[in-house]
């Protein structure tokens, strides 16, 4: 729905919990859009009710305002796949020319590269029946084809790389309408995780060597990044604490990282000023405890300072709009390999038989794209529609008032144990 967060207080207690949400719309507006709001609303009851409220429903509630109904495509009738590797210029172009000559048609797929690894997530039907293919033959042909691509460059006595660099088909939610389907973002997440791409980063620096807890990074746009972790003995839990350039999805890719790596979030402040967020998270690990080792901490820290970065691209964004065929996404591809350029990120969608593509690309020799090969590859694939954008996928939205964070949470917590028994 591509809806903004602004500013956020999360807070529970036993089964209750608390969640407050001030959103915007994809233009920094406040929404007016009823049937969104009640799309919204259904949501979190759902989710209410699947958190062991079945047996009394009317324990969840969403406090907003109702409309119109509007239902979520998703892509059950399609094939899911899962790939993560060592990226390469040009593995993008490979994996998307086997799936061409094994006649799959690709409905949808995105991919992210970060610090050398690729994950992948796509939606694919045979060209025969336009289905899902559930012929076991035909699913492992795929997969084999595909784990070559991925194993093509690494080095079968090694292990450990050999082992992390996977293909799978798998059941997962379909993306429909949106292209930047957050059903499909959190396997990514989950892929990029299980691949270790935190580690090994380039241009990190801890601004205190004997503290693991407290990690500088600079990104490729040149913002820092700044993660902490400390106790808080008083109530016994992790606090993490990420100060970082704001844009969409920023408190996803955190959350997400936290609970995949086995963390339960209590309480939560996230604030935003202009393009810089605060985000500060009392956690507790899913079996209690919250005495974990410096080696740990030092983990937490890295694998944040990754979900954030893995959305900031380098390059420029191309987006392409053409009639959607078997090939078509090896034909792109292919010339972008052949013009030097690297994909860093790809969105691809279909809808009503169009299909609907937006790129990052960078230099394959890491300098600025040439703009005269962008303008040689409109050309080259006209009469398809080729659009250049020079904006970021971590842009931010419009200013925002200057929050104060601890008092915020304070005040919040404080609110709220007026009405929850005490903390445990």
């Not at 009317?58 to 998703?74: C, H, L, P, Q």
């Not at 992948?120 to 289905?131: F, K, L």
């Not at 899913?286 to 937490?300: A, Q, Y």
Request: proline residues 2%; hydrophobic residues 35%.
């Amino acid at each position: 729905m591509n809806l903004t967060i602004s500013k956020s207080y999360i807070s529970s207690d036993a089964e209750w919990f608390m969640d407050v949400f001030h959103v915007k719309d994809d233009k920094g507006h406040k929404l007016t859009d009823h049937s969104v709001v009640n799309y919204v609303q259904q949501n979190m009851q759902a989710i209410g009710t699947t958190k062991e409220l079945l047996r009394d429903p009317n324990k969840s509630e969403v406090d907003t305002s109702v409309g119109a109904v509007i239902r979520s495509d998703t892509l059950t009738d399609h094939t899911a796949i899962e790939l993560t590797g060592a990226d390469r210029p040009g593995l993008l172009s490979e994996i998307s020319a086997v799936l061409a000559d094994l006649r799959c048609n690709v409905v949808e797929a995105h991919a992210w590269s970060h610090n050398e690894y690729l994950a992948c997530v796509a939606y694919i039907s045979d060209q025969s029946n336009s289905s899902r293919n559930e012929d076991p033959n035909r699913l492992a042909v795929i997969k084999d084809h595909l784990s070559t691509v991925i194993h093509a460059t690494t080095p079968i006595d090694d292990t450990e790389a050999y082992n992390d660099q996977r293909v799978e088909t798998a059941d997962l939610p379909g993306g429909g309408r949106d292209r930047m389907t957050t059903n499909v973002e959190h396997p990514l997440h989950q892929l990029m995780l299980g691949s270790r791409d935190f580690e090994g980063r380039v241009g990190s620096v801890s601004n205190n060597s004997s503290s693991p807890s407290v990690s500088i990074n600079v990104v490729g746009d040149g913002k820092k990044i700044v993660v902490s972790i400390e106790g808080c003995k008083e109530k016994g839990y992790l606090v993490v604490r990420v100060e970082c350039k704001d844009r969409r999805r920023l408190m996803f890719d955190t959350v997400c990282t936290l609970t995949d790596m086995q963390y339960v979030v209590f309480h939560a402040s996230i604030s935003s000023h202009g393009n810089s967020a605060i985000q500060e998270y009392y956690i507790r690990h899913i079996d209690g405890h919250t005495l974990i080792s410096e080696t740990e901490k030092r983990r937490v820290v890295k694998c944040l300072e990754a979900a954030i970065e893995r959305r900031v691209c380098e390059g420029i964004r191309l987006e392409l709009c053409a009639n959607n065929r078997v090939g078509l996404l090896s034909d792109i591809t292919q010339i972008f390999r052949e013009n030097g350029l690297v994909i860093v990120r790809a969105d691809v969608a279909t809808e009503g038989g169009k299909a609907m593509n937006a790129f990052y690309v960078r230099d394959v020799s890491g300098s600025e794209v040439d703009m005269e090969i962008v303008e040689s590859m409109r050309k080259e694939i006209e009469p398809l529609a080729l659009e250049v954008r020079n904006d970021s996928p971590s842009s931010t939205s419009l200013d925002r008032p200057r929050l104060s964070l601890g008092g915020l949470l304070k005040s919040h917590i404080g609110r709220l144990s007026q009405n929850f028994s005490s903390i445990k």
